[in-house]
């Protein structure tokens, strides 16, 4: 108990329950949320589920991207030149690295629909 009486235990500094309220007073499970209450739910888990859809497309996309390089690093195109192969090998790499970028981001808007 604290001075006044009141179990501090479970009151933050303003006498407020400091468990379920962020230091303003107001519920902090909510705070930062860009919509609220259901209708706002159910408009992010939406939008968060055509940005999931729009990055694992644009991931299928650099894979087939990275998959034509590979092969045109590797000789099996109509420039098997030094440099169309360079070239080949460094926009596998470069697709690589994008499709890694879209398969995380998709996997982060699926887990928060």
Known sequence: MGSSGINAEYMGSSGINAEYMGSSGINAEYMGAPNEGIVGQIGNSLNNAAQYVSETVQGAGATASKEVN????????????????????????????????????????????
């Open 70 to 113: 590979k092969e045109k690093a590797k000789g099996n195109s109509a420039d098997d030149s030094i440099s169309g192969r360079v070239s080949g090998a460094m926009g596998a790499a470069s697709d690589k690295v994008d499709e890694k970028k879209h398969e995380g981001s998709a996997s982060a808007n699926k887990n928060s629909i």
